[in-house]
């Protein structure tokens, strides 16, 4: 069973920075290093919605709302995924959680039906 812990929300003044990490367990065998890992975030009241992915070969994608602010990262030797968020804005405020894809590559989508492994979100306030 694939286990994954995220870290590092908090709250934060608009314009600030935070940076997440998600900690994958160490599945023999079928390491979360192989897939597609990506954030997801979900405010109250909204659906949950992609944020940042990263595939097994590098590839990245973005929503637009967080290009040019966001930078996505992951450390294979280390099966973690990161998220570093600058120039934080009020509407990034959200639970975020990290997810692994049902397969090694991520698309151009955000499908939450393809993910088949969610953290159980770590909460990200920013502050006007």
């Known amino acids: 069973q694939v286990q994954l812990a995220e870290s590092g929300g908090g709250s934060v003044q608009a314009g600030g920075s935070l940076r997440l990490s998600c900690a994958a367990s160490r599945d023999t065998g079928d390491p979360s290093s192989r897939y597609c890992m990506a954030w997801f975030r979900q405010a109250p009241g909204k659906e949950r919605e992609g944020v940042a992915s990263i595939g097994r070969e590098g590839r990245i994608n973005y929503a637009d709302s967080v290009k040019g602010r966001f930078i996505i990262s992951r450390d294979n030797a280390k099966n973690s995924l990161y998220l570093q968020m600058n120039s934080l804005k009020s509407e990034d405020t959200a639970m975020y959680y990290c997810?692994?894809?049902?397969?090694?590559?991520?698309?151009?989508?955000?499908?939450?039906?393809?993910?088949?492994?969610w953290g159980q979100g770590t909460q990200v306030t920013v502050s006007s």
């Open positions: 997810a692994r894809r049902i397969s090694y590559f991520c698309g151009g989508d955000f499908d939450t039906s393809t993910y088949d492994y």
